[in-house]
């Protein structure tokens, strides 16, 4: 068992404080993904994981052991960097050793683990190479070969895959899901790069201005954005946002009333995915700025009661700039943000 | 619009504008190779005559017309070496000099390495006085260093000098081992400590073999610091005297021909060292040409 907690987790640098009180809990074999904007504390978080930051407050445990006073040697987890480092004075098959021996495990051992990871990540036939003599996803496969030979209780993951060119990433990214899924160690992977998180993660942690502000599994992010930062920094293109007034029918947004929730303010903000409107009869009303074909979809930018608004829709209807769009959005889809708090209001307060 | 402005004809007399371009960019070019040429002449030239004379005849050397070709003559070299005193002054130098190599490398590197690593109050003060030391002038301090050591018996020793020495090779120390640290990323230590290494183990292991040429050649530049050093050598030594001493001593009142060999002797070990680890005395001043 290798479930991390944390809690109460500080850390801060003179007076400015990266992390505010961090409460998360990992399970057991979970591929959790801490995904935020840079800057806002992610690395920071996972660096006091691995215990090459020290917290200022608060409890780190991995497995039920309390390993906040430990250094990182003693904390059973293994880390890929963003930069790989791959010692550049060691061969390949060195590198991936290194923490092998460092365990004074027998060499024979030593030997089949290193084969074992080096097989799991494709790079068998390069084990006699320096690093010099790699590319960049080569360095990446060693890095991440080098960290499953510890066979950790926690594997952490810096932005693995923010230095590689798109392909690549792409590639690397279906690949290590796949590895990482037979592996079943518990891992937190930092990254700034929401269809990244969308795609490997069991569980996303959403982190703002040193907060989590959303822990949940990739569709109820999606879905259900916590906060309205969460809405507009996890979809491309983001969540639209429109105001809405208080009615005696209900709430008007643009011009057009629909029910919502039943709360006492005078105005909230209506949100929606630009995929979840179609064409009505009656619907938001809006001027076509924009057209970008996307193959399967196209984009189209609008101006909605002076607001920018976004829709994707089926590339074989015909829409030219200029022209007038209505559109009905699915009520299921709908969401409500409260304006002060920024946060999303309850959905059960919503009439469905 | 498919019609262009149409170009000059290819040949056609450039303006004004772009001929005095050029004229300025010629002008540039032979300014700087005409620099480039007397500061090499400037540090080659005496440095060709000394080998020149070294390995000529004393009449070839006291002649006229002089050769510029040397005639391959031994005999004031042969002379040099067999004279009494100089086996022993290049012994001591070597020794001097090696004790200086040591000792700097264990006191420089750890200070390179903090300056390097880690930010603390203080670091730019810490790094500018490290360069101040070399500001100080010595004949200033050679009086009171001279009466302390008599006092506590450090006077005309070896390791006496040694530590005169290692005082003067200590910025450069420090200034080029903090700039081999800065070139090692960080994040290997890292990576080593979360395989299971202690900071010393991960720098020991990581560090130490990345950084190993350099400390080298900065040991090396350290031993040519102490090897050319005369001042505080003649002051602090009389008997235990290094090769320069020795020489400044003794050939003031030899003939010319040995003041030659003696030069060449002296010079010739220098530059062979510096030209060996030229590529890391650029590093110290944080020109990246690795």
């Known amino acids: 068992m290798a479930e991390i907690t944390v809690a109460g987790l500080e850390k801060s640098y003179g007076s400015f404080t990266a992390l505010h009180g961090i409460d998360l809990h990992v399970e057991d074999r979970e591929f959790l993904v801490l995904l935020g904007a840079s800057g806002c504390g992610k690395t920071t978080l996972l660096r006091c994981i691995a215990g090459l930051e020290t917290a200022s407050r608060g409890e780190i445990a991995i497995g039920g052991r309390r390993v906040d006073p430990l250094p990182p040697r003693a904390r059973k987890i293994a880390m890929v960097f963003q930069n790989y480092a791959v010692f550049p004075h060691l061969t390949v098959f060195e590198n991936i050793a290194f923490g092998l021996r460092m365990k004074k495990m027998p060499n024979a051992e030593v030997d089949e683990k290193v084969r074992r990871a080096a097989t799991m990540m494709h790079i068998e036939q390069l084990l006699a190479r320096y690093s010099g003599q790699l590319s960049g996803g080569q360095r990446q496969r060693v890095a991440v070969a080098r960290a499953l030979a510890m066979e950790p209780e926690v594997l952490l993951m810096d932005e693995p895959l923010s230095n590689l060119d798109a392909l690549l990433r792409l590639e690397m990214r279906a690949e290590l899901k796949g590895v990482l899924q037979e592996s079943r160690t518990t891992t937190i992977y930092v990254t700034h790069d929401q269809v990244e998180a969308m795609s490997l993660a069991d569980r996303i942690a959403v982190m703002h201005g040193g907060h989590i502000v959303q822990h949940a599994s990739p569709l109820d992010v999606y879905r259900d954005p916590a906060t309205r930062f969460v809405g507009s920094f996890i979809g491309n293109p983001p969540m639209n946002f429109l105001p809405a007034t208080r009615t005696t029918a209900g709430w008007e947004v643009a011009g057009l009333t629909m029910p919502g929730p039943a709360i006492d303010a005078h105005t909230i903000e209506f949100a929606v995915r630009p995929e979840d409107l179609t064409p009505a009869e009656t619907g938001l009303t809006g001027r076509v700025k924009v057209v970008e074909p996307l193959g399967a979809h196209q984009l189209v930018t609008m101006d909605v009661a002076g607001h920018h608004f976004r829709v994707v829709l089926e590339s074989d209807l015909v829409v030219r700039p200029g022209e007038t769009l209505r559109l009905a959005p699915r009520p299921e889809r709908v969401r409500w943000f409260d304006p002060t708090s920024q946060t999303a209001i309850d959905r059960s307060l919503v009439p469905s | ?290």
């Open chain 2, 1 to 290: 619009m498919t019609a262009t402005a149409p170009l000059p004809a290819h040949g056609a007399a450039p303006s004004d504008e772009i001929a005095r371009a050029l004229d300025l960019a010629r002008a540039k070019r032979w300014l700087v190779a005409a620099v480039v040429t007397i500061l090499c002449l400037w540090v080659l030239v005496p440095i060709y005559l000394v080998l020149v004379n070294a390995l000529s005849t004393p009449s070839e050397v006291s002649g006229w017309p002089k050769s510029f070709v040397p005639s391959f003559a031994m005999e004031s070299l042969a002379f040099f070496a067999g004279y009494r005193g100089v086996a022993e002054a290049l012994l001591n130098s070597v020794m001097v000099a090696a004790i200086t190599m040591v000792l700097s490398i264990v006191i420089g590197a750890p200070a390179g390495y903090a300056l390097a690593r880690f930010d603390f109050a203080g670091k730019n003060a810490f790094r500018i006085l490290v360069l101040m030391t070399r500001a100080f002038p010595l004949p200033l301090l050679a009086l009171p260093l001279a009466v302390a050591y008599i006092q506590i018996g450090l006077d005309d020793t070896i390791l006496g000098l040694a530590f005169v020495h290692t005082m003067l090779a200590m910025p450069f120390a420090v200034l080029i081992t903090a700039s081999l640290f800065m070139g090692v990323p960080f994040e290997l230590e890292e990576a080593a400590w979360t395989l299971g290494c202690t900071r010393l183990q991960a720098f020991v292991k990581v560090v130490l073999p990345l950084v190993s040429p350099g400390i080298a050649a900065s040991a090396v530049f350290a031993f040519v610091v102490s090897w050319n050093e005369v001042f505080a050598a003649a002051v602090l030594t009389i008997e235990n005297r290094t090769l320069t001493a020795f020489l400044l001593q003794s050939l003031n009142v030899s003939p010319l021909h040995l003041k030659f060999a003696g030069a060449a002797v002296l010079v010739l070990p220098a530059l062979l060292f510096l030209f060996a680890v030229r590529k890391y005395l650029f590093a110290m001043w944080g020109i990246a040409n690795r």
